[in-house]
């Protein structure tokens, strides 16, 4: 009897806790607005350099990249994504060097889109589609042939276009990929002879990235009579 005394409370509390656990997350499931995610990205990117392509004999390496970011619902399924980006090119032209790093910060509007619910019984991919724009400061470090490194720096925006997805590995972990088209240019100056003109250098170009998502709060629409799965 004091046994049963003993487990029965203990019975109860448990029931309690899990109940208001389901009632926070369907409560999150249904809430409008509020924190999704955060997330990181790594991946790779493909600047146009387009000054450099045309007038010189440089070429420039695979661009590694990076970002760490975190969305906010506005109104599921829009969403409002802020981070930070680091990206770095390397050229070389005979005995001469470029590099560029990009430090940025992002802005992105997303709009998702999934087929699950709330009743579907295995874990489904979810879409999104986006526009943002980049706040990026530049560092130019210039090696030439021979006398001392020249070092550049400034800003430029960039607007962007981008589609992922995303898929679940468990109810709050999602893996996918993100393709993004980066448009934009900033200003350099180039020594020719004894004059030294300002250039505009386009470093528009496509980006690929691998992501990894915790999500708190995810989108899932209510599901129609009929189609449950």
Aim: proline share 4%.
């Amino acid at each position: 009897m004091k046994k049963l005394l003993f487990i029965l409370p203990l019975i109860f509390f448990t029931l309690v806790s899990e109940a208001q656990q389901r009632f926070s997350s369907y409560r999150q499931q249904n809430q409008a607005y509020g924190f999704r995610s955060v997330g990181i990205g790594i991946g790779g990117a493909f600047p146009s350099f387009d000054y450099y392509a045309d007038n010189t004999s440089y070429e420039f390496d695979f661009t590694p990249m990076a970002s760490f970011s975190a969305e906010f619902w506005v109104a599921k399924p829009i969403a409002i994504r802020a981070g930070v980006g680091y990206l770095n090119s390397n050229g070389t032209a005979d005995d001469e060097e470029t590099s560029v790093a990009q430090l940025s910060g992002t802005i992105d509007a997303l709009i998702y889109f999934t087929s699950t619910s709330r009743f579907s019984r295995k874990p489904k991919p979810s879409f999104y589609l986006g526009v943002g724009a980049e706040f990026v400061q530049l560092s130019v470090e210039h090696t030439p042939s021979f006398g001392d490194v020249q070092n550049l720096n400034g800003g430029t925006t960039l607007a962007r276009l981008l589609a992922g997805f995303e898929y679940p590995v468990t109810p709050q972990v999602k893996l996918g990929a993100e393709l993004q088209y980066g448009i934009g240019t900033y200003e350099q100056g180039f020594a020719t002879g004894t004059n030294e003109t300002l250039e505009e250098v386009s470093i528009s170009g496509a980006r690929a990235m691998v992501t990894l998502k915790y999500v708190f709060n995810d989108y899932t629409p209510r599901a129609r009579r009929g189609r449950y799965r």
